[in-house]
């Protein structure tokens, strides 16, 4: 929630932070049900816009692991589905389409 400089009332976009909102609740019960702690879990995201961010800094905040630069990990990977290889999480913030079943399936369980 941010506050609006000279009034003190608090501004709550829905368009970010509702969407964060929701992606933390469904990511906390996704752990409880396969036994993941967040803090563990490789999460990738798709898209950078202010959901995408809002969603990153909530599950931040949350403790979820990050490493070297505010939003982004250190990765060979080069490609969305070679980074969904493996991945725990993915956040599809960008655009219609943009990822298969196949790239789904090369997840990892659960």
Known sequence: MRWHVGYLRPIFHDDQHGTAIVAAAGLINACHLTGRELRTTRL??????AAAIACVELLKAMGMNQWKSAHAAVTEDRTLEEAMRGADIFLGLSQ???????????????
């Open 44 to 49: 990738v995201v798709n898209g950078a816009g």
């Open 96 to 110: 219609k389409g943009a990822v298969s079943e196949a790239m789904v399936a090369s997840m990892a369980a659960n």
